[in-house]
């Protein structure tokens, strides 16, 4: 028998636990173009509501920009639909060779190249260039995808608690006798919405001769002063040895990722990581749309800047009304709510409200910490933000967690 019921029984039962577990992932179905205000079905079979979009990771709001989607059309139309092929076959045209380029002018590295996402990225990094007599040292909350990437690697693993520098230094100095030290982090980590401290880190790796590599999937487009990444926020342009980072965020938000850093680093991917030789390369259209979207942001900051704008607005908003926030500056703004059934009635409520925002809790964010992450957008405009704020404030107040400390929020419903 092909499927057995016994085998069909065995998966049946994993799948109930995860959602006795509570952790059974549901999506919701969007009927329009991705943007600050879209058509969204939820649950299964509900009428479609249009609702403000709080949840994206549609940072410039280029997501559907009109001059993005005729480049892509144009790519289309001159590079045609896809390229049936890896990369070091027959699938490099001259656009993938200029987005490469375009990539590597505005992160100010020396060499890029794109894989078909930033997940394939991580997993192929770190494989190509380490072998078994190298250390990564990575902070404890990285990217699962740069997780991932790490077990394929030979090298060995370390880690060094979030943002302390004490700790990495700690680590560097045990792994002084590695040929290769490599020390791993996310630019902007996506769930707290705060920035690894990149000038203290590259000071470290000067010391005791590590590399560094940076995730910025979170950060590429917008953080820093014309939106070059947090290497910029943090004053070490030129000093990071390796980034990955995705089209698929503030980018356009297609997909593909790249490796952009060293030459050396970037040949050897090319050479040896696996994600890039034995997947297909990103589609034309893809690639004409990210090489409009770097033409856009390199042209000006504005859409960086009324994104910055948006964030002070709602982080400022927020906490006036008296929610508790995790401190930051960037557009991740989680609304901490600690309970995990807080969050997800309170995401039912904004929901209610024409307001979508999701609820994170544990496995996902750390026990006891359940939140609503909140995402600003240069696409938000301040009437999109008025209303959203409304609804929080009224789900805030109904309740009671208005002015509240954690101590009291947690007293009152438990974590
Ligand atoms: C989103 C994200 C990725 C995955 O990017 P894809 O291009 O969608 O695979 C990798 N790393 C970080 C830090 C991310 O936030």
Known sequence: MAFSDKNREILEQELDNIRDAGLFKEERIICAPQDSEIEVVFPMGAEEKKVINMCANNYLGLSSHPDVVEAARKGLDHRGYGMSSVRFICGTQDIHKQLEEKLTEFLGTEDTILFPSCMDAN??????????????????????????GMRLAKAQQDTYKHSNMDHLEKKLKLHRDKRLRMIITDGNFSMDGDLAKLDKIVALADKYDALVFVDDSHASGFIGKTGRGTHEHCGVMGKIDVFTTTLGKALGGASGGCVSGRKEIVEMCRQKARPYLFSNTIAPVVVEGALAVLNLISKNTGRRDKLEKNTEFWRKGLTEAGFVLKDGETPIVPVMLFNA?????????????????????????????????????????????????????????????????????????GN
């Open 341 to 413: 059934k807080l969050s997800q009635d309170f995401a039912n409520d904004l929901y209610e409200r024409g307001i979508y925002a999701i609820g994170f809790f544990f496995p996902v964010v750390p026990k006891g910490q359940a939140r609503i992450r909140t995402q600003l957008s240069a696409a938000h405009e301040m009437s999109h933000l008025e209303k959203a704020l409304a609804a929080f404030i009224e789900v805030g107040k109904k309740y009671d967690i208005l002015g509240k400390s954690k101590q009291e929020i947690i007293e009152k419903y």
């Open 123 to 148: 997993c192929g990094v770190f494989e190509a260039v380490l072998n078994e007599e190298d250390v990564m040292i990575a902070d404890r909350l990285v990217h699962a995808s740069i997780v991932d």
